[in-house]
């Protein structure tokens, strides 16, 4: 099946599926629809399945979305390569990205923190731990995991290793790398995915937990 075909417009009640943020993005001059999930790289569904760990032809994401009051079916796919290369570089809407959109995060880190806090960050070094550049070296290093990963699995033959390699390459994009960043006084933390994705650690933070929410942080 050509993978363009995967993308259908659903008619079951929208009310009921369309609970995921949805976009279009150009892939090589078409459109296609991807949900919030994939973009994030983790490409789970509510349940947390990652629809890469489909049978092949049954690996598409299923989540759904509105768009233009029509309900769409996110087209993200392992049949699709172009697409999942397209994928890696869509910012979030506006989310709180280091990689993606380090001058808002670092803003909004800094309305939680403050200025000295700021300052600190643009002062420390990669070797300064808990800080953004020491994130920043941690998630280099997560990269360059995956793509040996990338590589080795482009080679391997044998099922084990197949899946074993697959299982870092999942376990590297859903989990956090490095330890954290800590904010002012150690008193709030962020988490960070490899893709750059900055998280709220709202168990440390409870009482800014709403501030932090309005300026665009999910929650770890
Ligand atoms: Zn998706
Ligand atoms: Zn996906």
Request: with cysteine.
């Amino acid at each position: 099946m050509n993978p363009k075909d995967i993308a259908r417009l659903i008619t079951e009640d929208p009310d009921i599926l369309a609970e995921m943020e949805i976009q279009e993005i150009a892939v090589n001059g078409s459109k296609a629809y991807i949900c919030q999930n994939c973009i994030d790289g983790t490409h789970t569904d509510e349940t947390g399945y990652d629809h890469r760990e489909g049978e092949i032809d049954y690996n598409d994401c299923k989540n759904t979305g509105i768009i233009n009051d029509q309900l769409v079916q996110c087209q993200c796919s392992e049949d699709w390569p172009e697409l999942m290369d397209a994928i890696e570089g869509v910012p979030g809407l506006g989310e709180m990205n280091l990689l993606t959109n380090y001058d808002d995060t670092m803003l909004a880190m800094a309305e939680l923190e403050g200025e000295g806090w700021l300052d600190e960050q643009l002062n420390a070094t990669e070797s300064d731990e808990l800080t953004v550049p020491n994130m920043l070296k941690y998630i280099k290093r997560a990269h360059r995991e995956t793509e040996e990963n990338k590589a080795e699995l482009a080679v391997a033959t044998d099922p084990d290793d197949i899946a074993y390699l697959k299982r870092m390459l999942n376990r590297l994009e859903t989990n956090t790398v490095g330890d954290a960043i800590y904010g002012t006084g150690g008193w709030h933390r962020y988490m960070v995915r490899e893709n750059g994705k900055v998280l709220y650690t709202v168990s440390h933070g409870r009482t800014d937990a709403e501030k932090a929410k309005e300026l665009g942080f999910e929650f770890a």
